[in-house]
């Protein structure tokens, strides 16, 4: 049996991390690459996959008119967070446990960037009915076969919708800052991901 790892994914700069700089990690495994379920049971032409590599995060066809938020809006969404002098207002001063209660006061922070972040997504059609739509067809067709996440934008509200769904993993998708830097960090992150998806094909 061939072991062929079937990797769905909507952006062309992702599979051309693959093709280029996973892959080749892992030559034992045949990467068969698709932007859409349907075009994957095109490319697999009746063959059977060991594994599917999902992302998460797709365009919401849903949203009939995307749009970006204006920067205006952004920074007024931005104002409205709090400030660092939020966490250390008389907090050398609290009684209790002081670690705890700074953690708590830096994650209403980090909340509000990532409630802002999931607002500014949903306006312009980004979430991740696009990998749950795509796992919900991998149990259809293909009972038994293991699925997992490969994503870069995913939250921890995601995280746990997709393991609700069944997923069997999740790894996230190093990230630079440029597609140079993206592309290095990734064929780094190659091995230790090839590691990874072997376990699942056994």
Not at 65 to 76: G, I, Q, S, Y
Request: hydrophobic share 40%.
């Amino acid at each position: 049996m061939e072991n062929i790892v079937c990797f769905i994914d909507d952006s062309a700069f992702e599979h051309t991390l693959v093709r280029e700089e996973i892959a080749p990690a892992g030559r034992d495994l045949l990467f068969l690459q698709a932007y859409t379920f349907d075009e994957a049971e095109a490319v697999l032409n009746h063959r059977m996959p060991r594994l599917f590599l999902l992302d998460l995060w797709g365009a919401d066809e849903t949203v009939t008119a995307p749009v970006v938020t204006p920067k205006e809006e952004l920074e007024a969404g931005i104002g409205a967070i709090p400030s660092l002098d939020v966490v250390y207002e008389g907090l050398d001063k609290f009684q209790g446990d002081v670690t705890n209660e700074y953690l708590k006061r830096m994650f209403t922070i980090v909340d509000a960037w990532r409630d802002l972040f999931e607002e500014v997504c949903t306006r312009i059609g980004q979430n991740r009915k696009y990998g749950l739509s795509n796992l919900d067809r991998v149990r259809a067709r293909y009972p038994g076969v293991p699925a997992v996440f490969y994503t870069r934008k995913s939250l921890i509200s995601d995280a746990a919708a997709l393991f609700r769904a069944g997923a069997d993993g999740l790894y996230i998708k190093p990230t630079g800052a440029d597609d140079t830097e993206t592309r290095r960090l990734t064929r780094d992150f190659a091995p230790e991901l090839i590691r990874e998806l072997r376990r699942f094909i056994g």
